[in-house]
């Protein structure tokens, strides 16, 4: 009886039951659903309306091949009737955020969504589109960047939102965020200090493009102190070194004394040297600014077998320093004292120098007493 069924032209196929074609889609025999989906293929558009029930069970079959080549069926039907297609979207769209009862549901499901019904979904909104994107499966992450591409204004998410995208784990998702970026400058420049912070991100292709990005499209005006301190105080070996990069291109004299006292206060030891670099511009010469410095300079100075090259430069710049006026040489002597007690043999036996040389000059304390050496003839 099958057999005589599925030869086309003995029956009117509009006149097989419903009940009979879901017999013959769950058949165990690939061949044998392989015919009834031919056959079903051959029933009219008004017809299978009839039996939208059967048509969108189809597309979440047990059988990948039930599921696939229900896609055509799907779409004949959606364009002869909207609602249709509407209805089928709302009753296939949860499939992608279940775990699969079937291997290939969520890919198949998918694709009719995308392929087939994207022009039906309704009521699309951002949050939709965050809960397909942060699913747990691929093909639903998939889908949600065809309706965000398709239904959502871009500029309803936040910048922080933006950027949480460009550290999504997949590829296609993160190269969004970048088209973003790169479309929407103006308001990137807006909120740099927000902006920032996809140079952080997780994934070695978003930072690499976000320092591009940063050093095309950013000139001195759209830079501050604050942001490009904010930069380079990044954990991130790369991202420091780019803030380091940065403020070096983009440095005005006249925020000296600003980026000085901002990179001062950071305790990675690459930026305690490199502040090192600003001293005798932006710090010579005023012991209020040498006050100011005072945390840093026993930040550094009480490194314990480390930091060598900017103790040297510090060393070198408060004895310096000392020598300008009492006032100094009274603040670099307490400093001094303080980190004496502290400090390896070798760096004690620089304090000593220092501070001798600075008691040579003024009338400054000293933790020490100065004996006068007994010459013998």
């Given at each position: 009886m099958t057999i005589l069924l599925l030869k086309k032209g003995i029956f009117n196929y509009d006149e097989l039951s419903s009940e009979l074609f879901a017999i013959l889609f769950t058949s165990p025999h690939l061949p044998l659903r392989e015919k009834a989906m031919r056959l079903f293929q051959e029933l009219s558009t008004t017809e299978l309306l009839k039996r939208q029930e059967l048509v969108i069970g189809n597309c979440t079959s047990v059988y990948s091949d039930i599921r696939q080549n229900t896609r055509l069926v799907i779409k004949r039907m959606a364009a002869q009737d909207n609602n249709f297609g509407i209805h089928a979207v709302d009753w296939l769209l949860p499939y992608l955020l279940r775990k699969e009862t079937s291997e290939g549901l969520h890919k198949d499901v998918a694709d009719v969504l995308q392929y087939e019904?994207?022009?039906?979904?309704k009521d699309a909104n951002k949050e939709m589109v965050l809960r397909l994107l942060y699913?747990?499966?691929?093909?639903?992450?998939?889908?949600?960047?065809?309706v965000l591409e398709k239904y959502i204004d871009p500029q309803s998410f936040t910048i922080r939102q933006i950027i949480a995208l460009g550290n999504h784990e997949t590829l296609q998702v993160r190269q969004w965020c970048?088209?973003?970026?790169?479309?929407?400058?103006?308001?990137?420049?807006?909120?740099?200090?927000?902006?920032?912070r996809l140079l952080d991100a997780d994934w070695d292709d978003t930072r690499n493009f976000a320092m591009g990005f940063f050093k095309k499209e950013f000139l001195a005006e759209d830079w501050s102190p604050e942001t490009l301190v904010g930069i380079a105080d990044s954990v991130r070996p790369d991202i420091e070194a780019y803030g380091r990069e940065l403020i070096n291109r983009f440095f005005q004299d006249k925020d000296g004394?600003?980026?000085?006292l901002k990179l001062s206060q950071h305790p990675s030891e690459k930026m305690q040297l490199f502040a090192t670099n600003y001293l005798e511009r932006f710090a010579a010469g005023s012991p209020e600014k040498l006050a100011?410095?005072?945390?840093?300079?026993?930040s550094v100075l009480t490194r314990v077998n480390k930091a060598r090259v900017a103790k040297n430069r510090i060393f070198r710049f408060l004895l310096r320093e000392?020598?300008?006026s009492e006032t100094a040489a009274r603040l670099v002597a307490q400093i001094i004292t303080d980190v004496s007690a502290t400090v390896s043999i070798g760096d004690k036996a620089k304090c000593i120098e220092i501070m001798?040389?600075?008691?040579?000059l003024y009338d400054v304390e000293l933790p020490m007493v100065l004996h006068a050496v007994e010459e013998r003839s």
């Open positions: 019904l994207l022009d039906y979904l699913a747990p499966y691929k093909p639903t992450q998939q889908f949600g960047i065809a970048w088209q973003y970026f790169s479309n929407n400058v103006a308001r990137v420049k807006f909120e740099r200090e927000e902006a920032i004394e600003d980026y000085l100011a410095l005072e945390f840093y300079f026993r000392g020598k300008q001798y040389e600075l008691n040579a």
